[in-house]
């Protein structure tokens, strides 16, 4: 279970305020890196996305336990990191939100499921699941069968020689 996830966007509350209308959840401020906000939709698993300025960078201090972040200039925005996300929302709602925004948004079938792509700002990708479609991601990932299937046996770490790594 992932409770919740960051991103860093262009316009923290602008990406904050259009998460939250989708996932039908609130807006706050998230004080420990300033600029952002966090989104939570009060849902039973405590779920949130927190959303930083572009260039956020968070870096381990060792002399504490938490993080300190810092600002970078130059970066690419384009990158690997996206989630899959549950929604209260149908397709149709979901898209007319994209085309106000100015956003991309498509209904993808990557394989034995469909999702919902929802470019954040052009250029960050997250993958809604709307009631009508998350049967069919479910059928898949939680059946070891379904994702062998497709994906193979499990890989054995090159380090512990198991499963998985552990």
């Given at each position: 279970m992932i409770h919740h996830l960051s991103i860093a966007v262009n316009y923290p509350l602008r990406?904050?305020?259009?998460?939250?209308?989708?996932?039908?959840?609130?807006?706050?401020?998230f004080f420990p890196i300033p600029g952002s906000y966090i989104v939570i939709p009060f849902d039973e698993y405590g779920s949130a996305i927190e959303v930083y300025p572009i260039g956020t960078e968070l870096i381990p201090d060792w002399a504490t336990e938490s993080p300190n972040s810092k600002q970078k200039t130059e970066f690419s925005k384009f990158v690997a990191t996206h989630a899959a996300i549950s929604v209260p929302m149908n397709q149709e709602r979901i898209e007319r939100i994209g085309a106000r925004e100015g956003w991309r948004v498509e209904l993808c079938n990557p394989g034995p499921f469909k999702v919902i792509k929802f470019w954040v700002e052009n250029w960050l990708m997250l993958e809604f699941l709307t009631p009508e479609i998350i049967a069919g991601y479910l059928a898949f990932a939680s059946q070891p069968q379904a994702v062998e299937h497709v994906f193979g046996s499990p890989v054995q770490s090159a380090q512990t020689g198991v499963e998985g790594g552990e």
């Amino acid at each position: 279970m992932i409770h919740h996830l960051s991103i860093a966007v262009n316009y923290p509350l602008r990406v904050a305020s259009v998460l939250a209308e989708i996932w039908k959840g609130k807006v706050f401020d998230f004080f420990p890196i300033p600029g952002s906000y966090i989104v939570i939709p009060f849902d039973e698993y405590g779920s949130a996305i927190e959303v930083y300025p572009i260039g956020t960078e968070l870096i381990p201090d060792w002399a504490t336990e938490s993080p300190n972040s810092k600002q970078k200039t130059e970066f690419s925005k384009f990158v690997a990191t996206h989630a899959a996300i549950s929604v209260p929302m149908n397709q149709e709602r979901i898209e007319r939100i994209g085309a106000r925004e100015g956003w991309r948004v498509e209904l993808c079938n990557p394989g034995p499921f469909k999702v919902i792509k929802f470019w954040v700002e052009n250029w960050l990708m997250l993958e809604f699941l709307t009631p009508e479609i998350i049967a069919g991601y479910l059928a898949f990932a939680s059946q070891p069968q379904a994702v062998e299937h497709v994906f193979g046996s499990p890989v054995q770490s090159a380090q512990t020689g198991v499963e998985g790594g552990e």
